[in-house]
Nanobody, 127 residues
Framework: QVQLVESGGGSVQAGGSLTLSCAASGYPPGRYCMGWFRQAPGKEREGVAAIFRGGVSTYYADSVKGRFTISQDNTKNTFYLQMNNVKPEDTAMYYC????????????????????WGQGTQVTVSS
């Protein structure tokens, strides 16, 4: 059973930066896509970014391209979301998730395609 634990959330002013971390463990053998998602109050959960575990393939939502960067440290089984130039509309609960894959690239940011989820970490951006 994959276990995911997020950290690094907090409050930040617009234009600032924040880095989220997700510590992952318990992977059954196989290929995985690791993703970041967010959900604001009253809105549906949406995909932000994804990265192929152990690889370099990444995938971003248009709303964060050029501002957010997903990365991973395979030695620590941890992946990250570097958030730069944040905006008030980035305020949300952020979740990390894992998708069991048969392919070698991440191709979806649809929450329903991800099998394992963390508990979330809150990010609040003030103007």
């Amino acid at each position: 059973q994959v276990q995911l634990v997020e950290s690094g959330g907090g409050s930040v002013q617009a234009g600032g930066s924040l880095t989220l971390s997700c510590a992952a463990s318990g992977y059954p053998p196989g290929r995985y896509c690791m993703g970041w998602f967010r959900q604001a109050p009253g809105k549906e959960r949406e995909g932000v970014a994804a990265i192929f575990r152990g690889g370099v393939s990444t995938y971003y939502a248009d709303s964060v391209k050029g501002r957010f960067t997903i990365s991973q440290d395979n030695t620590k089984n941890t992946f990250y979301l570097q958030m730069n130039n944040v905006k008030p509309e980035d305020t949300a609960m952020y979740y990390c998730a894992a998708q069991r894959l048969w392919a070698y690239v991440c191709s979806t940011l649809s929450p329903r395609d991800y099998n394992y989820w963390g508990q979330g970490t809150q990010v609040t951006v003030s103007s």
